[in-house]
């Protein structure tokens, strides 16, 4: 059974850097690809970044950086340079063949993590 868990949200300032964390089970994320969405309140999903099987990443910004550790079966995501309008919860999502959508389209997904970014 395919399951994600995400951590390593919460309270941050303004420019400030936090790193999430995925942790896999069920499967390996050297065979999925493996990427990250975030839902604001009253907003629509949004996806950020997706790593690929491979280890191709690709992301919509240069402020997040995602990678995987294999040996640890988890995938992060990097953020850096923080700003408020950042503040969601942030999904890390599967898929089993290429990515797509930044990681907003899935065939898993986990419980998410929330990310506040305010002074």
């Known amino acids: 059974q395919v399951q994600l868990v995400e951590s390593g949200g919460g309270l941050v300032q303004p420019g400030g850097s936090l790193r999430l964390s995925c942790a896999a089970s069920g499967f390996s994320v050297n065979d999925y690809a493996i990427g990250w969405l975030r839902q604001a309140p009253g907003k629509e999903r949004e996806g950020i970044s997706c790593?690929?099987?491979?280890g191709g990443g690709t992301t919509t910004a240069g402020r997040f950086t995602i990678s995987k550790n294999g040996a640890k079966n988890t995938v992060y995501l990097q953020i850096n340079n923080l700003k408020p309008e950042d503040t969601a919860v942030y999904y890390c999502t599967a898929r089993k063949y290429a990515c797509l959508g930044y990681g907003s389209i899935y065939d898993s997904r986990g419980r998410g993590t929330q990310v506040t970014v305010s002074s």
């Open positions: 790593i690929s099987s491979r």
